[in-house]
């Protein structure tokens, strides 16, 4: 049933939609999930190929360490291992990740090495042909697998490949979306205008389950064309757009504003990567990356058993009143937008700590 808040939601998203006052993908589609984000937009990715006469456009490209959720098409298009290894997928390939500690290690910010990686999609189009490609998905920065930031140039290449064989681009925001780089979305960050944005936990501040998929006009018109009582896209849930969860977003999205955090970690982008970076040199640290008011530091495996050391700093950190997450041998940080300046010294005091009792 229809309820007028989904209705001011949406409204309020779409004049904070991401792309910027020329571009805006300012149509919405609700969801309850970030998985669930991620298979609407690679169904409406595959649905407008069709509707604008692209129908062999059904294999998505996705890139490895890649996460986009649990959902048949997430696990598709994702590149972890353990994720995929016991189901079967829809069809896709994936690009080859940026991780690059090697030439990158210890870049602050974007990282200047590896803008050729992008060329892995001139490759699949060349192996596949791009009449068989809907879409390309890339998290803008990728979180999940700890942290990795795309080379300085790589989602400009990766964009302008994208429109040169007409495949549809979309960034997965589950994480960056609602002002984790200090904008309110990456694609404003990087300026780069994807044809679809995936997103969920900041909508709501994660107080309530919702995601919502922003669509650029291109594709919101190319795939709305029946008349008026006509279905063009045979998804939905349920809960899509629920009251309860609506009421949530626009309360969530008064208080962004109220205290100006969808911009918040640009202030604080300097502090925390300097902060972050003075681990450096601590023993086992191979790699310190940062971007916004996200950050991780890599370790050495202890004894070739991976995770082993970073469970151990992991367990330390949380009993001295500090939650990390870690991810195989990275550890991943990515505190509140209300952090201030004195909780990011106690985070890197206590990381100081366990990483001298974890060696
Ligand atoms: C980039 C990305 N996409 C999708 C998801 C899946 O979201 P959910 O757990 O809400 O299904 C996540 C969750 O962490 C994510 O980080």
């Known amino acids: 049933m229809g309820h007028p808040i989904a209705f001011d939601f949406a409204a309020k998203l779409a004049a904070n939609a991401p792309g910027g006052a020329d571009a805006k993908l300012d149509r919405v589609f609700f969801t309850g999930s970030g998985s669930e984000s991620v298979d609407t937009a690679l169904k409406i990715a595959i649905a407008y190929q069709r509707a604008i006469g692209q129908g062999t456009r059904t294999r998505i490209i996705g890139r ?103 495949i549809l681009l979309i960034f997965d925001e589950v994480i960056t979306g609602f002002g984790r780089l200090g904008t309110p979305f990456a694609t404003d960050y990087f300026g780069v205008v994807p044809d679809l944005v995936t997103t969920a936990k900041g909508i709501t501040n994660g107080t309530v389950p919702m995601g919502a998929v922003f669509a650029s006009r291109k594709v919101y018109d190319g795939l709305m064309v029946g008349p008026e009582n006509a279905i063009e896209l045979f998804h939905g849930y349920t809960y899509s757009g629920h009251p309860v969860a609506c009421a949530a977003g626009l309360a969530t999205m008064e208080i962004y504003e109220e205290e100006g955090l969808l911009t918040r970690a640009a202030d604080l982008a300097d502090y925390w990567q300097e902060a972050l970076h003075s681990l450096k040199g601590l023993p086992n640290v191979v790699d310190i990356r940062n971007l916004g008011l996200v950050g991780a530091v890599e370790l050495t495996s202890r004894n070739g058993a991976p995770g082993t050391r970073a469970y151990d700093v992991f367990v330390d950190c949380f009993q001295k009143g500090l939650l990390i997450r870690v991810t195989g041998d990275i550890i991943a940080l990515s505190p509140p937008l209300v952090v201030e300046r004195e909780h990011i010294d106690t985070i890197v005091s206590k990381l100081t700590g366990a990483l001298k009792r974890a060696a």
């Open 64 to 166: 490895e360490k890649g996460y986009h959720g649990v959902g048949f098409g997430g696990i598709s298009v994702g590149g972890l291992v353990n994720n995929r290894r016991v189901f079967p997928q829809i069809p896709a390939d994936h690009m080859r990740h940026t991780l690059d500690i090697e030439r990158n290690a210890f870049s602050k910010g974007l990282p200047q090495h590896g803008i050729e990686l992008a060329d892995d999609l001139e490759r699949l189009v060349a192996l596949h042909g791009a009449e068989t490609i809907a879409a390309v998905i890339v998290e803008p920065m990728s979180g999940s697998a700890g942290v990795i930031l795309p080379p300085k140039g790589y989602l400009e290449k990766l964009r302008a490949t994208a429109d040169k064989y007409g």
